[in-house]
């Protein structure tokens, strides 16, 4: 059995990428981002809308307020007037990358030869107008998980990451000054990137003066609500090789869902579902931490980052603080440059669709002023948080 048969992820490759643009409150509506996103990934792999013949998306259309995921499947079918013979889009999988997944996964049973993968939300207006504080309001929190976590006063992902982080800070002994290289280092890529929504100068000490959102989590900690949509088109591999843009190749994916399905019940808060979704990605090809030439890390929050360095194994168990003390190792410049086009952080939440994006026109050498300068071959991308962990290593020759 060849590689290929063995793990599908082998037979696909990413011909094309696309997004709209990216905004604290966008005039467009959440299906004119999408199809402006989705137009562009395709006209960018070399494709016609004739030749997408599957759609995948994150985590499907989202009917409330919220503007988590304005977007779906029927959308975009009816608005780009796609023949189909395969879709998916759900909630429940391991985490944002379940799209991705799920393409791989349609293109191996030979249902689909051209995916498209989108992801669109429309956060950032959403919460000047009817989602602006709707989590302290009875109707949100007497459902779902947050009906768990309102009697601890619980009402946002902030207060139940700081809880998580607190015990990393405590085990790790990591300083304040050393976190905050994530997010210093996030700023200053984003300085480079024209559609980052946070591009000005932050220094350690704005940094450490910004407010307390919940201990050890400050605002800059926090990942940043937009308006916009990222597409991306992973294609079969032998339907790769004509298209204008040199095959991204999906080397290895990680998925494990061995863990309890809990954001409260894992069995180390402090890693989180990581370290087995790390060990699966891992043990499906012969590349190691060594071989990575740089890292799209998920920061939702600046601690999940430092989570992925060390589950990745980048750096040891609790190492992280000294691996990016001084954010020199993980600078454009450095060891490992991370999260070159801001990140959330700076850029804006994408929901790690930003980050492939990026990984993408690094790969390519198409990321303008942030290009990191030394040959490229090898990224490490991850999502999320809690049990709902993805990764993936993407190669070119």
Partial sequence: MNSASKYPEKNTAITGIGQSEISRGSSKTGLELTVDACMEAIT???LSRADIDGIATWPGADYNASGFSPVGIPHIQDALRLELNWYSGAPEGPGQFAAIFDAIGAIAAGLCKHVLVFRTLTEATARKTAFANALMTSGQRDHGLFQWYSP??????????????QAYVHRSGIREEQYAQIALNGRRN????PKAVYRSPMSLEDYLASPMISTPIRMFDCDVP???????????WDCAQDLP???????????SMAYRNSWTQLDALDT?????????????????????????????FSFHSINWLENFGFCERYGAGDFIDGGHNIALDGMLPINTNGGALSAGRMHAYGQVHEACLQLWRGAGERQIAKPLNVAALSTAGGPLAGAMLLTVD
């Fill in 152 to 165: 601890y006063h619980t009402y946002a992902a902030a207060i139940q990451q700081a809880m998580y982080f």
């Fill in 190 to 193: 984003a300085a480079l990137n």
């Fill in 245 to 255: 843009n040199k095959p991204i190749k999906i080397e290895a994916i990680g998925s």
């Fill in 44 to 46: 960018n792999a070399g």
């Fill in 226 to 236: 937009i308006d916009g949509s990222t597409a991306i088109i992973i294609s079969r």
């Fill in 272 to 300: 989180q579902a990581q370290p087995k979704v790390a060990e699966m990605m891992w043990s499906r090809t012969d590349l190691k931490p060594k071989d990575v030439d740089f890292a799209e890390l998920y920061d939702g």
